[in-house]
């Protein structure tokens, strides 16, 4: 197409501010902002995103084959929780996209149970990560967005920010798209990610999450 006859590497510029804007054109998401209060719409995803969060782990192999799956809720989350609420949950959702990997692994046609729990090679868990890193990075090109004074909350703030604000948004895209490249493209460990994520904090001994989480999974 035409971005990539622009310029080196303009098209791959693209892809971060496409994901970020293109994929808030998300139904729920445009729904929500009506500038006098939340719809029904978006008070349903709300409700999903929520009942994701809280399944069962006893549902966690089953939904890793779902359409509206882990990687679904991941990027609803973008048009649902504001940042502070992103950093709280993160970790739950990195264990699902990580469950997810695992159980597609082991058993490509699908699966309702963890039928192998041992440890597998980074590239196993590689494009999942890396899923979750682009919409963490995401969050952090939008951390300047006012989470408060909309009545609409999040899901409004985000559209009026990327409404008027085209030149900032690039920019910040173009920062990420480095940082994804420069920091997460090359790593081929577990610990290294979490350390590129800023993680280590939160997770301090990474072979034992990893080890421990796969095996509280039915």
Same mark, same amino acid.
């Given at each position: 197409?035409?971005?990539?006859?622009?310029?080196?590497?303009?098209?791959?510029?693209?892809?971060?501010?496409?994901?970020?804007?293109?994929?808030?054109?998300?139904?729920?998401?445009?729904?929500?902002?009506?500038?006098?209060?939340?719809?029904?719409?978006?008070?349903?995803?709300?409700?999903?995103?929520?009942?994701?969060?809280?399944?069962?782990?006893?549902?966690?192999?089953?939904?890793?084959?779902?359409?509206?799956?882990?990687?679904?809720?991941?990027?609803? $989350?973008?048009?649902? &929780?504001?940042?502070? !609420?992103?950093?709280?949950?993160? /970790? @739950?959702?990195?264990?699902?996209? %990580?469950?997810?990997?695992?159980?597609?692994?082991?058993?490509?046609?699908?699966?309702?149970?963890?039928?192998?729990?041992?440890?597998?090679?980074?590239?196993?868990?590689?494009?999942?990560?890396?899923?979750?890193?682009?919409?963490?990075?995401?969050?952090?090109?939008?951390?300047?967005?006012?989470?408060?004074?909309?009545?609409?909350?999040?899901?409004?703030?985000?559209?009026?920010?990327?409404?008027?604000?085209?030149?900032?948004?690039?920019?910040? $895209?173009?920062?990420? &798209?480095?940082?994804? !490249?420069?920091?997460?493209?090359? /790593? @081929?460990?577990?610990?290294?990610? %979490?350390?590129?994520?800023?993680?280590?904090?939160?997770?301090?001994?990474?072979?034992?999450?990893?080890?421990?989480?796969?095996?509280?999974?039915?």
């Amino acid at each position: 197409g035409r971005c990539y006859k622009e310029g080196p590497g303009r098209g791959r510029r693209q892809i971060l501010p496409a994901l970020a804007a293109g994929s808030c054109f998300h139904p729920a998401f445009i729904l929500s902002c009506p500038f006098s209060s939340r719809t029904r719409a978006t008070s349903r995803e709300e409700k999903n995103l929520q009942g994701f969060l809280e399944q069962p782990k006893e549902k966690w192999v089953e939904s890793a084959f779902e359409v509206d799956g882990p990687h679904y809720f991941t990027v609803l $989350a973008l048009h649902i &929780l504001s940042p502070e !609420q992103w950093r709280a949950t993160r /970790v @739950e959702i990195l264990r699902r996209l %990580l469950v997810t990997s695992q159980a597609r692994a082991v058993a490509p046609g699908g699966a309702t149970r963890l039928t192998d729990k041992a440890v597998k090679d980074y590239s196993a868990y590689r494009s999942s990560l890396l899923f979750w890193a682009l919409v963490d990075l995401i969050y952090n090109m939008f951390k300047k967005v006012p989470t408060s004074n909309t009545e609409g909350g999040w899901s409004c703030s985000l559209a009026e920010y990327i409404r008027h604000n085209d030149m900032p948004i690039y920019e910040a $895209a173009d920062k990420a &798209l480095k940082t994804f !490249q420069e920091e997460f493209m090359p /790593v @081929e460990t577990f610990s290294e990610f %979490l350390d590129a994520a800023g993680l280590l904090s939160e997770i301090t001994d990474p072979e034992s999450f990893l080890k421990d989480l796969l095996n509280s999974v039915p």
